[in-house]
């Protein structure tokens, strides 16, 4: 069989813009995979997976753990766990992923009606935004529905980054407290959890995970593993998810190889306790604040604060779309998934370079020099070209 050669490019394909979903395992996560037990994790007996299990939920404070293939499947197998497949509703932020982009799975995995809203401040779900217009009891235990229109509030749904804005810790634990007093059930999207404890100002895995019922992780973004999310929370928990699991033919075998290069991916760009110990992802914010800066200080607005790894472009505000960004990044070998950016460690400073020259021929060469459409915007430099490890 001859061998090809995909050029990996730092900031993604065509197909798979979202950034920091692209990033490439490292030579040790391949060496961890060499080293990874083979046994049958549909029997529960891969200690590579088990303990890797053990480890995560230990670091987050839960009991258990489920490893499972991506974090759509952790979310979902989540809010079925805590919905019991009763006519339930999921209140949520109706940009949040599992509305959006989960294939509408909460409608059959779950049996779930979403209950969407939208955050009050612009950027994350409030206690009051949770409560507002929720189907729930005053207090846990005096439910008296005589509503039988009305479908009642099972889960709240949060997810952390939200688009990259932190949920403090503080608003966390109110609704934790407001949910927990109604009998009512917190799951937490943690895709970008890993950006939200190095921010500083989300609390650590540990904390934020005290606040939900379960917790996703994904360790195909942020610390970069080929494969795998997984789910923490209760044992009683965990054991709904694991059948869950396996009624969708989600019960992998051999899931050592994929376990032991997401442990070590955790390690080494995370750390190995519950807070960021390694400075990638510090690292990884200093970078977004660069582009950041880039952009504002050339007279560029953004539409949401920059907190983590993504940074929010306002296009409409100059008149210019998404499409002709992403065209002018592709003239400059760089990807972008406007109006967002998106940034992950492995993006070197090259692709930084090429990035600030777009951005000077969108807001400098645009406003000040000849009237140049789109299609006319010179590009000088090419963006670097990620090598394959
Ligand atoms: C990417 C993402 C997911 C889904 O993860 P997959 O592994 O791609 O299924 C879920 N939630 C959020 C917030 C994400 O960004």
Not at 210 to 221: E, G, I, V, Y
Not at 237 to 258: A, C, D, N, P, Y
Request: aromatic letters at 4%; one cysteine or more.
């Amino acid at each position: 069989m001859t061998q090809t050669t995909v050029p990996n490019r730092a900031w993604g394909t065509k197909l798979a813009p979202s950034a920091d979903a692209i990033t490439t395992p490292s030579i040790r996560q391949l060496e961890a995979i060499s080293r990874a037990t083979l046994n049958d994790d549909v029997f529960g007996e891969d200690q590579t997976t088990s303990l890797f299990e053990r480890q995560m939920a230990e670091v987050c404070g839960r009991e258990a753990g489920a490893f499972v293939m991506t974090g759509t499947m952790a979310n979902q197998l989540a809010i079925g766990a805590l919905c019991q497949h009763a006519p339930h509703g999921i209140r949520q932020d109706a940009s949040a992923h599992v509305v959006n982009f989960e294939a509408g799975g909460l409608a059959h995995l779950s049996g779930a009606t979403v209950q969407p809203v939208r955050p009050s401040n612009g950027l994350y779900l409030t206690v009051e935004d949770v409560a507002k217009m929720a189907n729930v009891p005053a207090v846990s235990g005096t439910d008296t529905w005589t509503r039988w229109e009305i479908c009642p509030t099972k889960v709240v749904s949060l997810e952390n980054t939200a688009h990259g804005n932190v949920i403090p810790l503080s608003e966390l634990r109110a609704i934790k407290e407001w949910a927990s007093r109604r009998g009512v059930s917190v799951h937490i999207d943690g895709a970008r959890i890993w950006h939200a404890v190095a921010s500083g100002r989300a609390g650590t895995l540990a904390e934020i995970a005290s606040c939900t019922d379960a917790m996703t992780l994904s360790f195909a973004k942020g610390v970069g593993a080929p494969i795998g999310a997984m789910v923490v929370g209760s044992a009683e928990v965990i054991r709904r998810v694991k059948r869950l699991r396996q009624s969708i033919g989600g019960g992998v075998r051999k899931t050592g190889v994929l376990a032991a290069a997401a442990r070590e991916a955790v390690l080494e760009n995370f750390g190995p306790g519950d807070t960021d110990a390694r400075g990638v992802f510090g690292a990884t914010h200093g970078m977004a604040e660069t582009v950041t800066r880039m952009w504002t200080d050339r007279g560029g607005k953004l539409v949401r604060p920059t907190e983590t790894n993504i940074v929010w472009l306002d296009l409409a505000g100059i008149g210019v779309t998404s499409r002709t960004l992403n065209d002018m990044g592709m003239r400059s070998g760089i990807l972008i998934a406007a109006p967002r950016i998106v940034l992950h460690h492995q993006i070197c400073t090259k692709a930084l370079v090429s990035l600030e020259q777009v951005f000077d021929d969108l807001l400098v060469r645009r406003q000040f020099g000849p009237a140049v459409g789109p299609g006319d915007l010179g590009v000088q430099s090419k963006g670097c070209v990620q090598s394959m490890l």
